[in-house]
């Protein structure tokens, strides 16, 4: 009787742009849970290189399946914009480099390179095919299609170039690979690859755990707290009003980021305190869980959007949505399950929340939930990169 072999796994290396770090733990969170992921079924190596005021280290991560090195290196301090810029593109080429050496020693070479954000690192990927003969695949993040961000002559050429070289694209929305197309941007493989949610949000919560209960006044906002995308100062502005109108809410803000300070001292001018409104910084894991189930609902009022993982985060815990109509977030949220308002619409917002702390609207949170296992959890996007790196 002939023995079966165990096909062979697949040894991918992951070139994030963005990736959780020592120095500030939000970017790339969503890339990190696909390269966790994608370690179920293959052999996944991280390489990410992170700048740092201060540090200049290498740091290495062994899991089984994960082999995880963030190169971080010091950012230029001179006292030139100009010569700052040249130092840091020089040393984040180093690092790149000499983390690929390592990487690639480490696991003894690479099937394929699995790109995450453009445009920099898929240029590399493109090299690194025609030395090597490594294929690299993509997947885009990034909102600067979206928003007018994508400028320059040779950038829009060279990532036309990555994308047409690339053997397969993936986008976590419809919406940004159609805005990235515009820009004429062209593969034949493309797929949505949705972000992950934690299978920790799909667990049913023992009553004995639940301490605090959900409250119809009660709701949430998860943020990373950059106001110019995620438009924090609008939402305070309209629990400002509410406020003084009397209405009896609380709003927990959930996360940090480059303008968390500034915000916290316009919410004081807006004369909003706690329990109304609640600074909570960042959570994670069954904190974050916690927080979300004792909420009635979700709300993002972001000026420009792709599809933000949260999102994906309150539908597993059974919570309906209110967020702006930006981005590929209407590819998700619909009437059973949330409300979408224009961007800046901020009396849209208010009646749009009013409504709901009111309960005028039936959500089935079983649905919900039943929807995000569907198609967030962790065998749906298992599924969704084995298709993507099926070739």
Not at 101 to 113: A, N, P
Not at 195 to 210: G, K, Y
Not at 231 to 258: H, K, P, Q, T, Y
Not at 337 to 344: A, D, I, M, Q, T
């Amino acid at each position: 009787m002939k023995s079966k072999i165990a096909p062979q796994r697949l040894k991918i290396l992951f070139l994030p742009r963005w990736y959780p770090s020592k120095t500030d733990p939000m970017p790339g969170l969503f890339i990190e849970r696909h390269a966790e992921v994608a370690s179920h079924f293959a052999d996944v190596a991280v390489l990410a290189i992170i700048p740092s005021k201060d540090l200049s280290e290498i740091e290495i991560d062994r899991q089984a399946h994960l082999f995880t090195l963030r190169y971080y290196f010091k950012l230029g301090q001179t006292g030139s914009l100009l010569i700052n810029k040249l130092i840091n593109q020089y040393r984040w080429m180093i690092a790149l480099l000499n983390g690929y050496r390592i990487v690639r020693k480490e696991m003894k070479g690479f099937d394929l390179l699995h790109v995450n954000v453009l445009t920099r690192l898929g240029v590399f990927a493109l090299l690194i095919r025609y030395v090597e003969n490594t294929p690299y695949v993509i997947t885009e993040h990034w909102t600067r299609y979206l928003n007018g961000g994508f400028n320059g002559k040779l950038r829009r050429a060279m990532t036309r170039l990555v994308v047409r070289k690339a053997k397969a694209v993936s986008t976590v929305t419809d919406n940004l690979w159609k805005s990235m197309q515009s820009y004429g941007m062209v593969n034949p493989n493309h797929l949505v690859l949705q972000n992950v949610v934690e299978d920790i949000c799909f667990t049913p919560v023992e009553i004995s755990d639940q301490k605090e209960s959900a409250s119809p006044k009660r709701f949430i906002h998860v943020s990373c707290f950059t106001d110019r995308s995620k438009n924090i100062s609008g939402l305070l502005r309209v629990l400002a009003r509410m406020n003084n109108s009397g209405i009896d809410f609380e709003c927990l803000l959930v996360g940090e980021g480059e303008d968390l300070e500034m915000l916290k001292g316009y919410a004081v001018e807006l004369g909003l305190k706690s329990p109304q409104v609640q600074f909570r910084g960042l959570l994670t894991g069954e904190t974050l869980v916690r927080a979300m189930r004792s909420a009635s609902f979700l709300v993002l009022f972001s000026n420009y959007e792709n599809m933000p993982v949260v999102i994906n985060e309150a539908f597993a815990v059974g919570i309906p949505v209110i967020a702006t109509d930006t981005g590929g977030i209407s590819e998700q949220v619909k009437e059973w399950n949330g409300r979408l308002v224009k961007p800046r619409d901020e009396d849209a917002l208010f009646s749009t929340m009013l409504s709901f702390i009111k309960q005028e609207h039936n959500f089935d949170a079983e649905k919900i939930k039943n929807y995000a296992e569907l198609w967030f959890g962790s065998i749906a996007v298992e599924n969704q990169l084995k298709e993507l790196y099926a070739d």
